[in-house]
């Protein structure tokens, strides 16, 4: 039996279809798996066991009429900022502790539709800000390659328990590298769409110009499952986009001839670790005499990125997350100081300190004389961010690069340092920025850890990217070698 | 561009955050190393630039004016830390 959990949700999918295992027996293993692994990992924030038996019986009951499905019957998990009617959502935070949504995001409901089952909810920066995971206000995660080392951030919980077959897929959200980032540190797959791609309605907003939803995997083609099953335009979210979603796993081609691949110089400067660009290079070498034409690019807005970042993302979080008021839901301190100090006391008690001071960041950018300086100077830097893209797309059809400039760091050594924390973002932000749909691949592996290579595509051209990563982890074949994550083994 | 132990006060004020000096001296190191940061923005030449919102344009989006679903009003106050008569209570507002 776990020899099937470490298998993939296309592969799962055929042994519940052909019978060889039920979606209880399944459900059941998984759970047993998360019981013994999950001291070590500590992925989730909230396991749903009784929710998953009760989804694996209906599933069951679907298959056995005959039903056929991707996701029927498979156990994934979600992270803590998507909403799920009745089952808490937390966003990792003290303020949302005890929150129980009324309603479903709608990817939660779309999946429920397809039959998945749901085994919990997943750790995540909080408010999905931070790097690491460890900025959990329950507890950190652990990277199943080294558990000394972190995760990534902020879907750290997310792209763990796949890695750990905890799951045999989760859903993460990416604001500025935060489903990508840990995919690399973790050695899965990860996919951040095209920005209105996938419904928000219902994903706790952090900074709305750039939040997307995406799917954490083994294979691209499971991403690529995962994307058709939530990507379309949803009418609760305005800026979910009116196209006709293709079917994603059309783009599964092992065959990249003439495909033009660029490499943006600046993506592997900027403090990235020599090995790590030696990996990536490699990769693109490899794709190259396969039939990719491959040229150098350059991005030099890329470098601005970080700053312009750290401008926007704040000041819509300052916004978003005035609605932490102590009234409607949540935590509430200091009623005895009336209406606006328990407000006040309720906010600074009830966030934690990486949250406060994007908080202040944002209120101070937005404030009264400073919006010039710094928010619009942001906007208009982003603007030419995507010029920038814009213009080397019209050279060739994907961009590829390292994912991190590091593979996966320890806990608590960067914790304290305010620039090198966010530094881990700095190739993953400028496709939030832009827009843009960028997936990480498994690379290779430097010290041990995984690297990820990322790809980067124009504006809702996930078919290509999902082809290029496609192409590539066939090339690679390291399936096995992920099988088994060496923090987890003996 | 640093910002003062009187700005983080301020600020602190509008984003309804109580904070002492203590915890608003702490958070200035980790601000002001971004604010150092942000230098770099003001040497490039933006001036004639559009500003950009959002990635793709978004445009207002209308719907029909009609009745969609919505909360029941249990559920909608179920998370509330005090709730009476169908309505959120919160601490009193106007003096007696």
Redesign the interface.
Known sequence: MKELLTLSVAEINQKLHAREVSAVELTEAVLTHISETEPKVQAFITPTPELALEMARQAQARLDAGERAPLLGVPIALKDNLCTRGVRTTCASRILH???P??DATVVRRLRETGAVFVGKLNMDEFAMGSSTEFSAFHPTRNPWDLARVPGGSSGGSAAAVAAHMAFATLGSDTGGSIRQPASFCGVVGLKP???RVSRYGLVAYAS?LDQIGPLTKTVEDCATLLNAIAGKD?HD??S?DLPAPDFREALVDDIKGIRLGAPKEFFGQGVQPEVAETVRKAIGLLESVGAEVQEVSLPMAE?S???Y??LAPAEC?SNL?RY????????V????????????T??EG?G?EV??R???G??AL?SGYYDA?Y?????????L?QQFDAVFQQVDALVCPTAPTPAFKLGELVDD??AM?LADVLTIPVN????PGLSVPCGFVNGLPVGLQIIGK?FDEMTVLRVGYVWEQLACLRDELRTPTGLQA | MALTLEQMRHTAKLARLELSDEQLTELMRPINALMEHFERLQALPLDEVEPTSHSIPVFNAFREDVVGETLRREDALANAPDARDGLFIVPRIVEE
């Open positions: 005890n929150f129980i009324p309603y095209t920005y209105g110009s009418p305005a800026t986009v601005q970080l700053a312009i750290y401008i300052s005035a008021d102590g009234v409607r839901y949540g935590l509430r200091g009623a005895e100081k009336g209406h606006i100090g328990m407000m006040e006391a906010r600074a966030f300190k406060i001071q908080i202040i960041i209120t101070y404030s710094f619009l100077k942001a906007q208009k830097g982003r603007t030419l995507r305010p620039l966010k920025l832009a827009g843009l504006p």
